[in-house]
């Protein structure tokens, strides 16, 4: 949608976004015709409130990533460079500072961080099952710095190795994502192996699937893995006969979509 003030409203700027103001006064270009910023006229004449610069907060900080073998060229933590943190490499890479104005577009690239730095994770959790090391954090980040379709590119290249992997492989690397006893308790644990459990499985399957399905559709199947696998467990009691991501890839025919 375009918008644009209508003058014939005591307002002309009622019902626009938020953002609008920034963005005008953002990329406004004074000419000896017209010397004066638009906003400025409406901040003037009470349309408006003055813009203000939007900065950036500071980002949610993730939990420690795995740590990669010996001569995998990984961060073995959350840190990147010595003294400069992952956010802030991010944002130099993209070219941006840590702080300071941003415009839309800017703005929806700084917000890639939180997704890139989850797939780098996820890389590392399912290296064993790919073979490869998804390397440093820095260079890491130029594979899909900002761009949320590569980003979920990558989140099917991982899933799809998840289901391209013999029983045994999985059960190696405890990304089996079924009920076990645990060994402490003496109870049956429902959330599956893995270090986050079945929320894990879940995240995969909404980011690696988003391309297919969208991210409603994805969305709405990962949160019915739990429930697939109760079935999985009344049809295949024990999961002798089916493992349990394999009875998902079958059952709904996933191997087409990744």
């Given at each position: 949608m375009?918008?644009?003030?209508?003058?014939?409203?005591?307002?002309?700027?009622?019902?626009m976004p938020d953002?609008?103001?920034?963005?005008?006064?953002?990329?406004?270009?004074?000419?000896?015709?017209?010397?004066?910023?638009?906003?400025?006229?409406?901040?003037e004449a009470g349309w408006i409130d003055e813009p203000t610069p939007t900065v950036l907060p500071t980002p949610t900080v993730l939990p420690p990533t795995p740590t990669p073998p010996a001569g995998a060229g990984g961060l073995g933590g959350t840190?990147?460079?010595?003294?400069?943190?992952?956010?802030?490499?991010?944002?130099?890479?993209?070219?941006?500072?840590?702080?300071?104005?941003f415009n839309p577009a800017q703005r929806y690239q700084a917000a890639q961080?939180?997704?890139?730095?989850?797939?780098?994770g996820q890389a590392q959790t399912y290296a064993p099952l790919r073979q490869t090391q998804p390397g440093a954090w820095g260079d890491y980040i130029g594979s899909a710095?900002?761009?949320?379709g590569q980003i979920g590119q990558g989140a099917q290249n991982i899933l799809s190795s998840l289901f391209g992997a013999t029983p045994t492989q999985r059960m190696e690397q405890g990304l089996t994502?079924?009920?076990?006893?645990?060994?402490m308790t003496g109870e049956m644990?429902?959330?599956?192996?893995?270090?986050?459990?079945?929320?894990?499985?879940?995240?995969?399957?909404?980011?690696?699937?988003?391309?297919?399905?969208?991210?409603?559709?994805?969305?709405?199947?990962a949160q019915r893995a739990p429930a697939e696998q109760?079935?999985?467990?009344?049809?295949?009691?024990?999961?002798?006969?089916?493992?349990?991501?394999?009875?998902?890839?079958?059952?709904?025919?996933?191997?087409?979509?990744?």
């Open positions: 375009v918008w644009k003030p209508d003058f014939s409203k005591e307002n002309p700027y009622e019902g953002y609008y103001p920034e963005m005008v006064e953002e990329y406004f270009v004074p000419t000896a015709a017209n010397p004066t910023s638009p906003i400025a006229t409406a901040v840190t990147g460079i010595e003294g400069i943190s992952p956010f802030t490499q991010y944002m130099q890479q993209i070219g941006l500072g840590a702080g300071g104005y961080y939180d997704p890139l730095r989850w797939l780098y710095a900002g761009q949320m994502y079924e009920p076990y006893l645990d060994p644990t429902y959330g599956g192996e893995g270090a986050q459990g079945m929320s894990q499985l879940q995240d995969l399957l909404t980011m690696g699937l988003r391309g297919a399905w969208g991210p409603q559709g994805a969305g709405r199947f109760q079935q999985w467990q009344l049809q295949y009691p024990g999961g002798q006969e089916q493992n349990f991501i394999d009875y998902i890839r079958e059952k709904y025919n996933l191997g087409q979509f990744i």
